[in-house]
């Protein structure tokens, strides 16, 4: 079993920050990719930012400049740094992480947080 806890979000005025967290825990051999995906209610789940493990990073471009994304190996987290936030932000933000269970595994599995909501409002 893999679990992605995210902390970090809420309520932030425009031009702020908040930077978010995903620990990933359980049974894992490696991973591959994290990242952060947002989600309004009736539109699609939206790539905003991910590390690669070869430290890579892709960001969409509506963020581009403005959050950053890193990772940590050893403590099996993410971290999405968000400044200069737009009420347009505001969404529900889920990591996301290809994990490798064991040595055996053949390929990555994909395992999603539950999520964690971000409001950019005055």
């Known amino acids: 079993q893999v679990q992605l806890v995210e902390s970090g979000g809420g309520l932030v005025q425009p031009g702020g920050s908040l930077k978010l967290s995903c620990a990933a825990s359980?049974?894992?051999?490696?991973?591959?990719?994290m990242g952060w995906y947002r989600q309004n209610p009736g539109k699609q789940r939206d790539m905003v930012a991910i590390v690669h493990s070869d430290g890579t990073t892709n960001y969409s471009d509506s963020v581009k400049g403005r959050f950053t994304i890193s990772g940590d190996n050893a403590k099996k987290t993410v971290y999405l740094q968000m400044n200069s936030l737009k009420p347009e932000d505001t969404a529900v933000y889920f990591c996301?992480?290809?994990?490798?269970?064991?040595?055996?595994?053949?390929?990555?599995?994909?395992?999603w947080g539950q999520g964690t909501r971000v409001t950019v409002s005055s």
């Open positions: 359980g049974t894992i051999f490696s991973i591959s990719d």
């Open positions: 996301t992480a290809a994990i490798y269970p064991t040595i055996a595994a053949l390929r990555a599995y994909i395992y």
